[in-house]
């Protein structure tokens, strides 16, 4: 009797916490450096040659692999059969080296090189394309490895957090570990023009160069996870737990199987393409419609992620407490129609008024509140609709179809911004009117798939209104 209730260290909530802060810090700097060239676009065009097209080339670069290599489908696998400590390790390493070869592209080293000519006159299929720059190929390339190390790491922090907090504060959990995540986005987006202007002269390899150094601590975060991940399985064995049942591959048959699944994987990618390639376009978006520099747009797209940061953790707790998931990803959905209607539409009208800036101002709060509520409500529901043992399957299979969106989409977004703006060469005068639509159009598919969840968990019980807190639990 002594031996099964022995306490172990997920107990503690120190130990949980000090867990949740290890593997959220790596996600701080993960985020950081997806963005660090976002506020770069149009520095980009005029030192690199990188037009709309190439910029979205590269964006959606990232993804690649991980859709057309079916590499997260891999990473899930893996995760199951050699756990979250052992995954978070080789997630690191792989991020650190796709980012290494990020920074060479963009630097001066790689300027006038062998491998600048090899690429510029080679390399011409999908993605690339004849034309687009060796320095957007090659930072493509290096891209494309950080992001299958970067989205292992998701899937991998996701179970993480599972393992320690279920039972007890997941969705608060899973909220910080966004928002901490989210701080990333804004210390890119201010952080990154500084660099990149410093000593008045335009390196934008100097923002990538510091990006990639936190990168390295951030595996030294992972590897304080390791140990302490470590201790808890051997506690866990010695406490008397049952062993979970071993993953299968047949198993991920029950995966793909699921009706209210694919619901949730198709909200996801909806979500998430309309607001993680957003991002990608915002500071440009904001510096053509606000007249504004890099830094100063930069500055006004802060609010998003720091203000999602702040809301995240409280709507989480929320959620631990009262529950209603399923409603909260309804509201995420309108909230998001309503702001990118706003782009698409206000501020062109409003251009070059203090207004419009008001009105910027206003929409991108709003959208964080959005990117709270959707992310916060839809990573804890998974647990409640997947075998434990699955889990790390379940979420490589969502980051898998939500990574169709993210490659797909920066690059739709890039074609479209250059077909209708012809003839236009300044980077700070393009129409955003239409691209903005477009995402707003993901919002309303996706308000209409979260009703059908909402209204099929009331039919099935899943538990998605429930609350995520067990009573009586520490």
């Given amino acids: 009797m002594v031996e099964a209730t022995r306490k172990l260290l997920k107990d503690s909530k120190t130990a949980r916490w000090i867990a949740l802060v290890m593997l959220a810090l790596m996600m701080f700097f993960a985020y950081m450096f997806v963005d660090i060239l976002s506020p770069l676009q149009s520095l980009l065009e005029t030192s690199k040659g990188w037009d709309p097209k190439a910029y979205g080339t590269y964006q959606g670069s990232e993804t690649f692999l991980n859709v057309f290599v079916f590499f997260l489908i891999f990473a899930g696998i893996i995760l199951d059969k050699i756990g979250v400590r052992n995954t978070a390790l080789l997630s690191g390493v792989v991020m650190i080296v796709g980012a290494s070869i990020k920074f060479y592209a963009v630097s001066p080293m790689f300027d006038g090189s062998s491998l600048e000519s090899v690429l510029q006159n080679t390399w011409n299929f999908f993605p690339f394309y004849e034309g687009m720059p060796a320095s957007a190929k090659l930072a493509a390339i290096g891209f494309m490895l950080f992001g299958c190390g970067v989205e292992m790491a998701g899937i991998t922090v996701s179970k993480g957090i599972v393992k320690w907090f279920k039972g007890k504060e997941m969705a608060l959990a899973m909220g910080l570990e966004m928002a901490i995540a989210r701080i990333g986005v804004a210390a890119a987006v201010l952080i990154s023009p500084f660099f990149a202007r410093l000593g008045n002269t335009v390196d934008v390899s100097r923002s990538v160069m510091f990006s990639v150094i936190l990168l390295l ?148 709060i709003l959208l964080g509140i959005s990117f709270s509520l959707v992310p916060a409500s839809l990573w804890p529901s998974v647990p409640k609709l997947v075998d434990n043992r699955l889990l790390g399957s379940a979420y490589a299979v969502i980051f898998w179809i939500q990574n169709i969106g993210l490659f797909a989409f920066p690059m739709l977004i890039g074609s479209v911004l250059r077909s209708v703006n012809v003839g236009v060469e300044d980077p700070l005068q393009y129409n955003y009117t239409i691209p903005m639509l477009i995402f707003a159009s993901c919002g309303v598919v996706a308000l209409v798939l979260g009703l059908a969840l909402k209204a099929l968990d009331k039919k099935k019980k899943y538990g998605l209104e429930l609350p995520n807190k067990v009573r009586n639990n520490e």
């Fill in 217 to 364: 601590i951030g595996l030294i975060c992972f590897l304080v996870y390791f140990f302490m991940d470590k201790k808890l399985e051997k506690e866990m064995g010695e406490s008397g737990e049952e062993p979970e049942e071993p993953f299968h591959l047949k198993d991920l048959g029950k995966i793909f199987s699921s009706g209210v699944f694919w619901l949730v994987a198709l909200l996801c990618v909806l979500y998430y393409s309309a607001i993680f390639p957003f991002q990608k376009y915002a500071i440009n978006m904001l510096q053509c419609n606000l007249g504004f520099s890099e830094s100063d747009a930069g500055l006004v797209f802060s609010v998003f992620p720091l203000g999602a940061a702040v809301i995240t953790p409280f709507l989480g707790s929320f959620l631990d407490y009262k529950g209603k998931g399923a409603t909260m990803l309804i509201f995420g959905a309108l909230l998001l129609i309503i702001c990118h209607v706003t782009f698409a539409l206000a501020l062109p009208a409003l251009r070059g008024t203090l207004l419009a800036t008001v009105v910027a101002f206003m929409a991108i």
